[in-house]
């Protein structure tokens, strides 16, 4: 470990004179980086500050480690920032894991240590071995995209850095490191039993993946650091172009046009979809994989033009002719019955607007089915503005016989969410008059000139 302040300065961990906050568990990882640190203390003119979290699992026997972490720091003259959390309390009243309620706490502890003294970088242990067991187990589990590249040796947190240092070297190597320095870690029992799978990893395939190459875990560093270059590159073009495809983002919505996003390379549309998900979840579930995503490939290439998909957590995919639509809303139906009074604006729930006028002289914009005109003597009071009902007929202009609405939308392409919450304009006699922006019916005012008339208008509010 005789490159350590090389490795610092080729990975520009931190620079001179600063302020570092050391996660200390006591056991030989977080030793060796104590020590390593507080060996470059003096030249780097650095100011080191221990935390130590105890998380009560085992009581006298963690409060000793926390003991013997605050003795080793007063030794060294180093300030330690200690503090008992009752972890297994926590965990309870927030329906955790053990290891999810351990980390909270001491990712919340960390924080405040690092507010108070107002330190920018946080220094953890973690080592080439967990990086190999963190890579494979990702491989496994079918994560995608930076995930893949494990941990990362720097990177934002709070109001600055994590940096792990000891990255790239072997747990053997640390252990070494310990026994020549006269360290005296302590270990702690429970680490051996708290992550059944990555135990698993560490017993069965590492052993095999050092005999193959003992520095594997170099090889391993390369492939994570290398791939975190290509990913980030990757994503930022990623960015670019879904950009130029999104049709609405809203908070708990995003829309996007398949045949823009089609013409995406393979790469792009991958990630695309990796970055709206990432956006809508915040913190992606562990219950998603890679198979979620080759599924929504799948959907959208295919020809048929609409389609669904369940994601973890109440999330939908909508396909719907040339839209995709992920939402964790849900599409109940939004029916809706008013009475349209004129003159009027009726706003309704599907974002538009119908404004009635009355008018004399009106002229019928025949070519626009956003505007609608009516002789006020030629219709049954009160005009009704509903949603549509199963078997709904409308009698078109120039056309014999009646169609029915939903081949209407289906001709016209309208998205499925959108169709419940569309606009259908009625008489009093129930019979449809219109279906604003889509299509008119042949009970419009035939011609022009004196009268009144009631003119229709529909728009997005
Ligand atoms: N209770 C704790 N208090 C402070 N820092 C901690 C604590 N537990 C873990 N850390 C920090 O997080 C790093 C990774 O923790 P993890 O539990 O994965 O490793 P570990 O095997 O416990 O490491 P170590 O050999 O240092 O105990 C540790 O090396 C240390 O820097």
């Not at 690092?114 to 994560?143: F, N, P, S, W």
């Not at 590249?149 to 994590?162: E, L, P, Y």
């Not at 670019?240 to 049709?247: G, I, R, S, W």
């Not at 025949?366 to 009698?395: A, C, H, W, Y």
């Amino acid at each position: 470990m005789k490159n350590f302040s090389a490795l610092i300065q080729k990975h520009q961990l931190f620079e001179k004179g600063s302020a570092i906050v050391i996660g200390v568990s006591g056991g030989p990882d977080s030793l060796a980086l104590l020590h390593l640190l507080n060996n470059m203390r003096e030249t780097w003119q650095l100011k080191l500050i221990v935390v130590h979290v105890d998380h009560m699992f085992r009581g006298e026997q963690s409060e000793a480690e926390m003991n013997f972490v605050l003795s080793y720091c007063r030794d060294l003259d180093i300030i330690c920032e200690a503090k008992q959390i009752d972890v297994t309390e926590y965990a309870r009243r927030h329906q955790l894991s053990s290891q999810v309620a351990g980390r909270e706490c001491r990712y919340q502890f960390f924080k405040e240590v690092l507010d108070k003294y107002q330190a920018h970088y946080l220094a953890l242990g973690h080592h080439g071995d967990d990086q190999i067991e963190t890579i494979l187990m990702r491989l496994v589990r079918g994560a995608t995209g930076t995930s893949l590249a494990g941990i990362q040796m720097k990177r934002k947190f709070h109001h600055g850095f994590i940096i792990r240092p000891l990255l790239p070297y072997t747990k053997e190597e640390i252990l070494n490191y310990c026994r020549k320095q006269q360290l005296l870690p302590r270990f702690d029992p429970s680490n051996e039993k708290t992550n059944y799978t990555r135990n698993r990893f560490r017993k069965y395939v590492l052993p095999f993946l050092k005999k193959e190459n003992p520095l594997v875990h170099e090889r391993f560093q390369h492939f994570s650091e290398t791939l975190l270059e290509d990913e980030t590159y990757l994503q930022e073009l990623t960015k670019k172009y879904l950009n130029t495809v999104l049709k609405r983002k809203e908070k708990s919505k995003v829309e996007i046009e398949i045949n823009g996003f089609l013409e995406l390379p393979m790469p792009l549309q991958r990630r695309a979809i990796q970055l709206i998900l990432n956006y809508l979840y915040g913190t992606i579930p562990a219950s998603l994989s890679s198979i979620h995503i080759e599924n929504l490939l799948t959907l959208l290439s295919q020809n048929h033009p609409s389609g669904s998909l369940d994601y973890p957590n109440g999330l939908k995919v909508i396909k719907s002719y040339q839209n995709c639509l992920f939402t964790f809303e849900q599409e109940e139906v939004k029916a809706y019955y008013y009475e349209l009074d004129f003159p009027s604006s009726l706003i309704l729930p599907n974002g538009y607007v119908i404004k009635s006028e009355l008018v004399r002289n009106a002229s019928i914009k025949r070519d626009r089915n956003e505007t609608f005109l009516l002789n006020m003597d030629s219709f049954d009071k009160p005009l009704i503005v509903r949603t549509r009902k199963p078997g709904d007929k409308i009698q078109l202009k120039g056309m014999i016989g009646r169609k029915k609405v939903k081949d209407i939308f289906i001709d016209e392409k309208i998205p499925i969410h959108n169709r419940s919450s569309w606009p259908i304009v009625l008489d009093g006699n129930g019979r449809i008059l219109w279906i604003p922006g889509l299509k008119k019916s042949m009970y419009e005012a035939e011609s022009t000139g004196n009268g009144v008339f009631v003119e229709l208008q529909y728009k997005e509010l």
